[in-house]
């Protein structure tokens, strides 16, 4: 929304007070603004977000669109975790931040669109685990990071998630491996070794000798990475339909 500059006196005496606030909530007006009615307030509020001086993100709750951290509002809004490439870059994994701020949950999906930007909750189940705080935001540690990107795979990509591996300097493999024993799901097995072999003929990235092999032991049926036409690794019963042009090629 463009912003539109001439503003009432009495808008820009809520502005002046406000203008420097993250986040303008019920318990800010409160404070601010003792002797208004709240309804006078929210008016004001509501005139100053059609100017495009603050942003709405649901009823009597604006953000400074100047000031907002939109992970630390993600996190406000539901509880859970930072995850996929939001994590990834908490860790500096990624050298970009995504538009797309995702936050893992325990079984709670939603989409809030903010323009620019966009948080999408996902519902993890007993994948809900695997986090911590660091500084001011909760987030998956990096091994259940790159954990969560490959069982979502489909919002990252393999080409992200095979690099980010090979940056990542002080990964524990033992604490990776343990969220895989949580699971039954054979094909998030396959794919997973399947890229982590790539990693090791191709980039030769030193993987601990255990990995490679119990993932190995939990594979299933034939499981399809990709669309279009295919190559079959018969090692994995995996049908490659991207390729290693799109699984490694940053390595090339």
Not at 177 to 192: E, G, I, V, W, Y
Request: aromatic share 14%.
């Amino acid at each position: 929304m463009a912003k539109i500059n001439y503003l009432a006196p009495t808008e820009q005496e809520i502005w002046s007070l406000i203008n420097e606030k993250e986040y303008i909530d019920n318990e800010l007006i409160r404070l601010v603004f003792p002797d208004k009615s709240p309804e006078y307030v929210r008016k004001i509020l509501h005139s100053l977000w059609k100017k495009g001086y603050l942003k709405r993100v649901q009823r009597d709750f604006y953000v400074h669109p100047e000031q907002v951290d939109y992970w630390a509002l993600a996190l406000r809004l539901h509880e859970g975790y930072l995850g996929l490439s939001s994590a990834l870059r908490l860790h500096n994994l990624i050298d970009y931040e995504d538009v797309s701020i995702y936050v893992m949950t325990k079984e709670d999906y939603n989409k809030i669109n903010f323009g620019e930007h966009e948080i999408i909750y996902l519902p993890l189940g007993a994948a809900y685990t695997g986090f911590k705080q660091y500084g001011k935001y909760t987030a998956s540690t990096p091994e259940k990071t790159i954990f969560d990107c490959l069982l979502k795979a489909n919002l990252v990509g393999y080409g992200i998630i095979t690099k980010a591996i090979y940056s990542s300097s002080s990964f524990d493999w033992d604490e990776f491996l343990a969220f895989f024993r949580m699971t039954d799901n054979k094909s998030l097995h396959q794919r997973t070794g399947y890229i982590l072999e790539l990693l090791e003929s191709e980039a030769k990235m030193k993987i601990p000798k255990h990995v490679i092999p119990y993932l190995k032991s939990q594979r299933g049926n034939n499981v399809h990475l990709g669309e279009g036409k295919t190559v079959f690794n018969k090692d994995w019963n995996i049908q490659d339909g991207l390729g290693r042009e799109k699984i490694i090629g940053w390595w090339h």
